[in-house]
């Protein structure tokens, strides 16, 4: 049993971590008017792996991401977290489950008018009930993984997009979610701070148990991480297997097609 409680991860939770299927999509339909983006896709994603989404532009990624963040609600299917149903569900049960669920957005999404501090503490305080010290002793933690310490106090706007992601990821952290949803985290960046955003979540995957469901197209970062890749085209996951697999010896012509594009 851990008796650091305010360890910015569970490395060693106090309860055991789920195993088994974190996350479970069955028959789940996605329409826009009568343009359907996920047709009855089924995929989980294993407690404590990392599992990468790649594949072209509309195909139903980030639908995906927004589902599970109950941003969209599906027309049909089901959506399981940790066991409890997410999708249909009660309005107080959605809360709760949602609760296991971070996200880090392209564009950052952080609070203009609050400092990084700010930024980080807020939720654990006003959603999860923690002390402000609590909060911010923890916030302090997970500013230092990310190497922003010397900006506690400053505000988004007097940051570098990539320190601004960077916050973000600890905002999404601070939370103690069971998966880390990312989406294109590094695609608004400029190209030189890509690689300090990219070494933080690298260094996540390889010190946390947190699951994580990634949509990049930085394919060497997919190939560092990811436990399994799926390939996903017209809202359906066509191959999906481990990186050296799929980016070594694609099955589909359409994922060869893909990846010569973007390799
Ligand atoms: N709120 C919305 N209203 C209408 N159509 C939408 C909405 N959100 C997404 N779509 C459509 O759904 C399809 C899938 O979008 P999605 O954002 O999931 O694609 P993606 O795979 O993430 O693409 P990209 O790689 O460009 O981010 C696209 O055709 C998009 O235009
Ligand atoms: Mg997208």
Redesign the pocket.
Known sequence: MSTDTHAPFDKKPESPRSTGELIRLEQVTKR?GN?T?LDHLDFSVDAGKHVTLI?P???????ILRLLMTLLKPDEGTITVDGERLFPAPEKQVREVRKKIGMVFQQFNLFPNMTVLRNITEAPVTVLGLSKDAAEERARELLEMVGLTDHVDKHPAQLSGGQQQRVAIARALAMRPQVLLLD?VTSALDPELVAGVLDVLRDIARSTDITMLC?THEMNFARDISDQVLMFDSGRVIEAGPPEKIFSEPEHDRTREFLSAVL
């Not at 532009?57 to 639908?63: F, I, M, P, Q």
């Open positions: 826009f343009h983006v594949g532009s509309g195909s139903g990624k980030t639908t294109e949509v």
